[in-house]
């Protein structure tokens, strides 16, 4: 019978557990980090939406201009699909009017008191 050598007790803890510990610090710090912010940087986040959706917005109303440019460039090239691509060159014509900025009335908003 061939010697045997008996099964080594694993040193240092398990894996889980060590990957538990590095995620749990990880989290810890973020949540430290995020305790130590100043107004000034607090008033930049809430800033940051609104910017956001009138870059999301502009994006939006020139890629439907684009698109337009491209249905009539295409419908111009290939009037026989004017039929097929009327219809969406005419979505494609109201995302861009509804993506557009609005239009200032002239007059300044009124002040409040």
Excluded: N, Q, W
């Amino acid at each position: 019978m061939p010697p045997t050598t008996p099964p080594r007790a694993p040193s240092g803890p398990p894996r889980r557990s060590l990957l538990a510990g590095v995620l749990g610090a990880g989290a810890a710090a973020s949540l430290l980090s995020a305790c130590s912010e100043d107004s000034a940087s607090a008033a930049r986040e809430a800033e940051k939406p609104e910017a956001t959706e009138d870059r999301l917005r502009e994006r939006s109303a020139r890629e439907s201009r684009e698109l337009l440019l491209r249905y009539d460039a295409t419908i111009a090239a290939h009037p026989a699909l004017a039929a097929v691509l009327g219809p969406l060159r005419a979505e494609t014509a109201l995302h861009a009017k509804a993506f557009a900025p609005p239009r200032s009335t002239g007059s300044p908003p009124a002040s409040p008191p």
